[in-house]
């Protein structure tokens, strides 16, 4: 037979169906040499091997993924000076420098509070470091990115735009809680990544709450579409795509749940300065009041954490609004500094 | 003893991942992603291979500083890869018996037992074969295909195909010597 075998034959051989002249013919020539010994080992093993059907490997989309992670989990944060245009009074436009910081509790040197701002690009070839917008405890804040997308931030969230946005791809990271107005483009995608999830403009304005503390990411989507999935696993199977009206839920156990006909005004009410709880529990109420008003709100009682409250507040300052939940709930409250009581009366 | 040991052929690579280059990491990361999936799969059969092959190739770029010579990258990420599955199993462990609120009987996992080795070996035979059989002619890796994975009889392949039965044993013989060509380093081996 030579250093090769008869392929055939040797097919024939793996599948089980020589006969035993043909098999005794195969022995002796893998008998016959060392070479042919390892051959025949070989092939035995790659036919094995042939028979699994291994799940599919999207490998793109995972290095879309880790590469994401990559971006945002290096350390320090960038920090860097951003150009920002203003149109002057005549119209003529003034150029204004500020430093972006990122924010630790009290030193809030966040620039951008409401009203639109625009960013220009310093230089239009050169590759960006990803940048990020930060808001504290207490405060919001809207951004208008490169591409004109527009993104509101609510209180104590960070969003990270990743390098190169606007000349590919377009991506960003979010900590907290955002809502996107966004500039559609079919070539370059908008995707947000929040903790395990990545959604997907389809032409959309929505709603992305991802939360440390929260146990699941929520896309609320007020109109348009967009497709969200989980970053762990890529298989098409997992991608839910959500219309207008219609909330995606990545529970902590891994499943994604969709609500369809969703009443926005609720979980949107933020960006309007308004806050809407409806049957919420009280613990959860009071950790969002002391993100909008950076306080820190303290239960006494805590068999009381899962009373459900109903209530809402709209532009109230701290202190009424600690009146009201006081009152809802039957307690008192008493304030030192930024450390709030709820007590029994 | 194995070909993988001559790439990457640019010697400043490492120093270019330890300097932050992303494409350099790419180049690493689409060379070693799939086998390491592979690897992982057999470890930990949770379902979670890619998710722990992801972020091992995470762990490593933040700590890149620490990369050294290139030729012990590989068992560098097959190690990393092979701790963070275990961990995961160990993890889960704890994990399902304070759900599920009673103790759970947790086997060995059988990769504990062979050695690590061999599943590294598998799992670079697997990928191997996986991209070997991606450049078959299209007939040949079908008649192949149709008997590995859908088990199907020579006669049934043959009416399948509309060729003759002899053609079909040619086909998956022709399959047979180029998938042997494509692996031709794995007989070096040892």
Sequence with gaps: MGSDPDWTLLGRYLRGACSPEETAGIAAWAAADEEHARLLALMQAVWDAAAADLPEIDEAAAWQAVRARMLAAEHPPVVRPLHLMEAGPAGRSRRRRFAAVLVASAAALLVVTTGTVVWRREAADAPHPPREFTTARGERSEVTLVDGTRVWLSADSRLQVMGNYGAGNREVQLVGEAYFIVRHDPQRPFRVYARGTVSEDLGTEFNVRSYPEDSDVVVLVASGRVAMRRTATTRPASTVELGRGQMGRLEEDGRVTVTSDVDPGGPLAWREGRLEFDQRPLSEVLRELGRWYDLTIVLDDSSLARVPVSLTLDRHPADEALEIVSRVVGLRYTREGRVVRLSAK | MRVASVWPADSTFIERIRAGDEHAYEELFHRYYRELCRYAARISPSGAAEEI?????????????RLREVNTLRSYLYAAVRNHALNQIKRSGYEDRWRRGKVVEQSDAPALASSADEDV??????????????TLPPRCRQAFLLQRREHMSVAEIAEAMAIAPKTVEVQIGNALKLLRRHLAEWIQRD
């Excluded at chain 2, 092959?53 to 500083?65: A, C, N, S, T």
């Excluded at chain 2, 070996?121 to 991606?134: D, P, S």
């Design chain 2, 121 to 134: 070996r598998a799992a670079e035979l697997t990928v191997a074969i996986e991209r070997a059989l991606g």
């Design chain 2, 53 to 65: 092959v992801q972020e091992v190739f995470l762990k490593v770029w933040l700590r890149r500083e």
